[in-house]
């Protein structure tokens, strides 16, 4: 068992040796942005989180207006009013002791009247705003959790995006070494070949080799260049800003298997608790439809002057004289019927609390398989980023002795380009399954709702 974990942390070793000789023609730059900065650039720059954020300061600027219709509301009021010709109105001739049944013409009003008044409102009593102050509360903690699941969403695109330039980077820069080994062996069989003890196909062989690994390196390129294009989409920023992330630095396998797993880590994610707020509105909603079998009470009071003139005398009254308009009134609404209005209301919140609910059990146990999953196959990652480190030692280990036996004249260029396309095969393998492995640890954190810290 000792031997076994000796020649696997020797394995492991030999690779770290491998790569870093295959980066160190490829040094990083010193204004490298690190997982972290690039994390922090996009919580910063985001378009979609910015939009979430203005939600939230909506919400909060709605529940200052609903507040608002609790407080006393005061205005001003002003009148000037002039009629070229005066109305006439039609009076009973027995109000003033004539006869009964007849009516007399007569002008009520005089032509210009000047109004002047303060207004006070206060709703004494109103359930409904209650009932809505809170659904604003409600709200504006539901965008907050929204704006928190999609910072959650942008973390993760990040964090991915940033390993799979990684991981390419270091994809291309194998493919750099390898066509650095393939031109060292066109140049030994250049010379085995003007000693007599090579072909010329095996010369042709080789350069072919060597341009479409040329092709695959572009290629590799391209990919990289598309993923950085992303990773600033999701940074925020512009397709032709410059940057450049720190190259992946590789560290001795010593993973640890997952076997406890916490069942109940959904009720942390941002979805799942978005949702419960959804319910908790409905809630909230039935209680307001409630509220609109209570009375309500509303107290009204106007002070003010009003003044007459029966002549064309601008902002001037009759002998000067104005007349006090004092109103204090207290309105009591008791609703009675509404043709069963609220009774259809709340049915339909019922249904919709009950559809909600059955959506939060969905989503449960959806969120519930999305960890068992991430589990597994961070598990199996483990076991094959291992198992193709092994691969990656031992394809080395036959590509040097392949490579002396070439030098030697004791083997053929087939045996050599056979022990070649196993190394390129085992490299390309190993990485394959550390990129898979890295995503794997970004989804357990996004399964358990660890993503961002609270």
């Not at 006439?88 to 008044?117: D, K, M, W």
């Not at 070949?193 to 095996?202: I, P, R, V």
């Not at 406890?260 to 909603?285: A, H």
């Not at 070649?420 to 890295?438: C, M």
């Amino acid at each position: 068992m000792r031997d076994k974990h000796f020649r696997i942390k020797k394995a492991s070793l030999l690779l770290v040796f491998l790569i870093l000789l295959a980066t160190t023609a490829f040094s990083q730059s010193a204004d490298t942005s690190s997982l972290s900065q690039c994390i922090d650039i996009a919580i910063k720059n985001n378009q979609n989180i910015q939009n979430k954020r203005l939600d939230v300061l909506i919400n909060q600027a709605k529940i200052a207006e609903t507040k608002a219709d609790l407080y006393p509301q005061l205005k001003l009021k002003g009148n000037y009013q002039y009629y070229p010709t005066v109305p006439t109105s039609l009076i009973e001739s027995s109000a003033f002791g004539g006869p009964p049944g007849q009516y007399s013409a007569t002008q009520l009003l005089v032509p210009q009247s000047i109004n002047g008044s303060a207004e006070f409102s206060w709703q004494v009593y109103n359930p409904a705003i209650l009932s809505a102050l809170k659904i604003s509360k409600l709200s504006k903690g539901m965008s907050e959790t929204v704006a928190k699941d999609k910072l959650e969403a942008v973390v993760y695109d990040v964090s991915a995006t940033y390993l799979n330039i990684q991981i390419n980077e270091l994809q291309a820069d194998l493919t750099r070494s390898n066509i650095t080994n393939l031109n060292k062996n066109l140049e030994l069989t250049t010379q085995l070949y003007n000693q007599g003890l090579a072909l010329k196909s095996d010369i042709d062989n080789l350069t072919l080799s060597v341009a479409n690994l040329e092709t695959v390196l572009n290629n590799q390129l391209n990919g990289i260049s598309q993923l950085y294009y992303l990773l600033k989409i999701y940074m925020g920023l512009a397709p032709d800003y410059q940057i450049v992330i720190e190259k992946y630095k590789q560290q001795e396998n010593n993973y640890s298997y997952l076997n406890n797993i916490d069942t109940t880590s959904y009720k942390k994610r941002s979805s799942y608790m978005s949702l419960q707020q959804t319910g908790d509105l409905f809630v909230l909603q039935a209680k307001s439809i409630k509220a609109g079998y209570l009375p309500s009470l509303n107290l009204i009071g106007s002070f003010g002057y009003s003044g007459f003139n029966p002549e064309f005398e601008l902002f001037k009254t009759y002998n000067n004289k104005w007349y006090a308009t004092n109103l204090i009134q207290l309105n009591l609404e008791i609703p009675i019927f509404d043709g069963l209005k609220k009774r259809n209301q709340l049915i339909q919140n019922k249904y919709q609390q009950q559809q909600n609910f059955n959506t939060l059990q969905n989503l449960k146990n959806t969120f519930q398989m999305e960890q068992l999953n991430a589990v597994n196959n961070y598990n199996l990652y483990i076991k094959e980023v291992e198992y193709q480190t092994k691969n990656v030692a031992l394809a080395n280990k036959l590509y040097n002795q392949k490579l002396l036996e070439y030098k030697n004249a004791s083997a053929s260029l087939n045996d050599m380009i056979t022990v070649e396309n196993t190394l390129k095969a085992a490299q390309s393998n190993y990485l394959n399954a550390l990129i898979k492995l890295k995503v794997a640890e970004l989804d357990i954190k996004k399964a358990n709702g660890e993503l961002i810290k609270n």
